[in-house]
């Protein structure tokens, strides 16, 4: 199709993956809540203590945000996954799937519990007596009376879950689970606010059409249609298949590249598939993962590739709140990658992504500001701006140390929005990125660090385990090694920024290819 | 040598908890009798009713159906040899009037055309149309209309004995005298055992073969509608033969003039 704009061009080339995966991953959490919620319900239909105790301990888990419930899972199926690997001489995978799909069942439970719960102790007890006096067994009356009449506020609670459970799917995406939540989370870093837009339509519509085709069963349960009932299950049938179709028949990629949550992040994933696609290797890519939970999913196999930062390790990992030398720390950082947890270090791409602070140009000049050291003094009269984790870091803890920082207010953010909050004195400071455009598109300068209280940065390439004696993997990738100047991931991370049709990461990253292609024949 | 009793109670107390519902009560029935209990509410009427067919186990004494110990009968075989229609009818409301009727045969595992034909049949007997009531949901009837499909689904097994417990109260003074008579005719008909609790005296009065004054969980009164019109020792069956008397009177003042 000519004129389609390119961004809804590779929305649309996404979204048998993201829909298929998404629709796996609801519905089978549904159909696990459902499956839980019934036999509950029944048991604790004429035990109102253990009714109280269930549906208490289901309120409780709806009261944790979606986000967090879904976080939770993956340390403790990480503890149970290397628990059996002790036990059973078998782990398994903490990572996406199964993690999403118990969040999720969780999720189901209370609606699906509350409904079948009411409907089955609300019925007119003139009727239950009916049951029993024309002659009913306690089972009969439960499939003849009881259900029949309970079954519409159920069908009720079914819906309500299967609404929750295929909004709060989108969320699953930091724990490495695809869904729908790819486009949003993909499109809130890299700023295509087309992706974010599919994302959230195409979850709104997924989520429309479930309710809608179990809304078309509940009435024909009410009704007793039995041609309703069908044609919602056959619908309903028909969106699962036609999700998962294209998931099944896709042959399973060889390797699998991992990405933080941050626009540079998705750009360097995308080089990687296209330098494996280039060496004829299948790859996929499982972007927006925590940062947390990145570094195990590499240590144990869940992805193959991905890129890091050493002086994220080496602070988060090694435990160090010290700086060292660039080269210095990038040995320290591979030794015990390669020790303690069997990752292998491919190589440093050429350039550092290191936390620097950063203000406005005018606002640092009219204060005589040119390096922390500065800052210090003016700090109780600032405010600052960082990411989600800054403030949480060891390299802040060292820096406001170091220099004895202490700021009026200190704001967390978007990466996206800190920079323009800057340039429109919202904040005085942020806590930016040395890779990133942005600082020279709004004219901030980086401060001076006198007393090395931040560490290097450094990009590294980083293999899983089972990759260790691959031999495809490492060549394909070996010509991005030390192939990255800061001045080029800048520009890239810039060019990420335009929200034009050439601003997807996949763009950037052919440009990148070029540009290293291009210098290399100089 | 008497008639055998179909239902009897031999000094039976039912107590819940410090309650004592019924208290050391003893009362025959008898085939094709149609008994009806009256009393004031909380007089043990309904536990009475629910001990004949299980739904309460009695606490002391034996309760007998068709000289059988009741204790020693399965109680779901029991209910579905039994008629019973519940005081606030009690219909399914999922269930068209068909299936509802249908219910105790379809429990009994009959074949699905004499199912059939025996809800046509009932549906003429409680005088239902077929076309108009057939299909149709509780929700779509008045209310005499639903208990007169309560009435078919109590008979639709062909019992011999049918409960009731208040069956006609929550109707209008018209459909419960043309209800009632017409539920009289049917026991005549069938030759039912009835045993019908009604806290209208006037009904029971003329409905009944015999009435039973129930007070604190014993037996007060017991006798024909018309020894107990004649004979009241009792202060409490004077009042309740009170009204009706009054009304009685009343009427036939206003009908052939007051007594000379």
């Known amino acids: 199709m000519t004129g389609l704009d390119p961004r809804v061009a590779e929305a649309l080339a996404r979204l048998p993956d993201y829909l298929g995966s998404h629709v796996l991953v609801s519905m089978t959490a549904l159909a696990l809540g459902v499956a839980l919620s019934l036999p509950v319900a029944l048991a604790s239909i004429r035990r109102p203590a253990l009714r109280a105790v269930v549906l208490a301990l289901a309120s409780i888990v709806q009261t944790i945000p979606g986000l967090a419930l879904l976080a939770l899972f993956y340390p403790l199926l990480l503890g149970l996954s290397a628990l059996s690997e002790r036990v059973l001489g078998a782990g398994f995978s903490a990572l996406g799937f199964l993690p999403a799909v118990l969040a999720l069942t969780l999720y189901s439970l209370l609606p699906v519990l509350r409904n079948a719960v009411a409907g089955l102790t609300g019925i007119d007890p003139a009727v239950n007596e009916a049951a029993l006096g024309v002659g009913m067994t306690r089972r009969q009356a439960l499939w003849m009376v009881e259900l029949p009449l309970a079954l519409p506020i159920v069908m009720a609670g079914i819906r309500t879950a299967a609404v929750w459970v295929v909004g709060t799917a989108t969320l699953a995406t930091p724990i490495g689970q695809t869904s729908l939540g790819n486009y949003i989370f993909a499109g809130l870093q890299t700023q295509n606010w087309v992706f974010v837009l599919f994302g959230c339509v195409a979850a709104a519509l997924l989520a429309l059409a479930v309710d809608q085709l179990l809304a078309l069963i509940e009435s024909g349960l009410g009704a007793r249609r039995r041609a309703r009932v069908a044609l919602g299950i056959l619908g309903l049938s028909l969106v699962c298949l036609g999700a998962l179709a294209p998931t099944w028949s896709r042959p399973q990629a060889r390797y699998v590249i991992g990405a933080k949550t941050f626009g540079e992040q998705y750009i360097l994933a995308a080089l990687i598939e296209q330098r494996l696609r280039d060496a004829g290797l299948s790859a996929a890519r499982r972007e927006g993962l925590g940062s947390g939970v990145i570094l195990e999913a590499l240590a144990t196999n869940g992805i193959d590739v991905y890129v890091d930062y050493t002086g994220t390790i080496w602070a988060n990992q090694l435990q160090r709140d010290d700086a060292a030398p660039r080269a210095e720390v990038l040995a320290a950082v591979a030794k015990w990658l390669q020790e303690r947890r069997g990752i292998k270090t491919l190589g440093d791409l050429g350039f550092e992504n290191a936390y620097a602070l950063a203000m406005p140009r005018r606002r640092a000049e009219a204060l005589g500001i040119r390096s922390i050291a500065d800052l210090a003094r003016a700090a109780p009269q600032l405010a600052i701006a960082g990411d989600y984790e800054f403030f949480s870091r060891p390299e802040w803890a060292a820096i406001r140390s170091a220099y004895g920082l202490a700021f009026r207010a200190q704001r967390q953010m978007q990466p996206e929005f800190m920079y323009p909050a800057a340039a429109a004195g919202d904040v005085d400071v942020v806590a930016a990125y040395t890779s990133e455009g942005r600082v020279a598109q709004y004219d901030l300068v980086v401060l001076d660090d006198p007393k090395h209280a931040i560490p290097p940065y450094d990009a590294i390439l980083l293999l899983a385990p089972r990759d260790a004696n691959d031999r495809a993997l490492p060549d394909a990738l070996r010509p991005l090694v030390g192939a990255i100047d800061v001045a080029l991931m800048r520009e890239a991370n810039l060019r990420a920024t335009g929200g034009g049709g050439d601003s997807s990461p996949e763009a950037v990253a052919r440009w990148i290819l070029e540009k290293i292609g291009s210098r290399k024949d100089k | ?260």
């Open chain 2, 1 to 260: 040598m008497p008639p055998r009793p179909v239902i009897s109670f031999e000094r039976v107390s039912k107590t819940h908890g410090a309650l004592r519902a019924l208290d050391g009560l003893s009362l025959a029935v008898q085939e094709r009798e149609f008994l009806a209990v009256v009393g004031p509410s909380g007089s043990g009427k309904t536990t009475l009713l629910r001990l004949v067919n299980r739904l309460t186990e009695a606490s002391e004494g034996v309760v007998r159906v068709a000289g059988e110990d009741v204790r020693a009968v399965d109680p779901i075989g029991l209910r579905r040899r039994i008629g019973y229609v519940f005081q606030n009818i009690g219909l399914f409301p999922h269930m068209t009037v068909a299936e509802n009727i249908a219910i105790t045969p379809r429990l009994l595992a009959w074949d699905k055309g004499t199912i059939a034909a025996r809800v046509d049949e009932l549906i003429g007997l409680v005088r239902l149309d077929r076309a108009r009531h057939r299909d149709r949901f509780p929700h779509q009837l008045s209310g005499g209309e639903r208990q007169r499909v309560g009435v078919a689904r109590a008979l639709a097994a062909k019992p011999r004995i049918v409960l009731m417990d208040e069956p006609f109260g929550a109707l209008d003074p018209l459909t419960r005298d043309a209800l009632g008579r017409d539920y009289r005719g049917l026991h005549d008909e069938l030759g039912l055992t009835t045993v019908m609790i009604t806290h209208d005296t006037l009904e029971a009065l003329l409905l009944a073969d015999r009435i039973v004054v129930i007070r604190d969980g014993r037996i007060i009164a017991d006798g024909t509608p018309h020894a107990l019109m004649r004979e009241d020792r009792d202060p409490y069956v004077r009042e309740l033969m009170q009204m009706p008397r009054r009304q009685a009177e009343r009427l036939r003042d206003l009908t052939i003039g007051p007594p000379p």
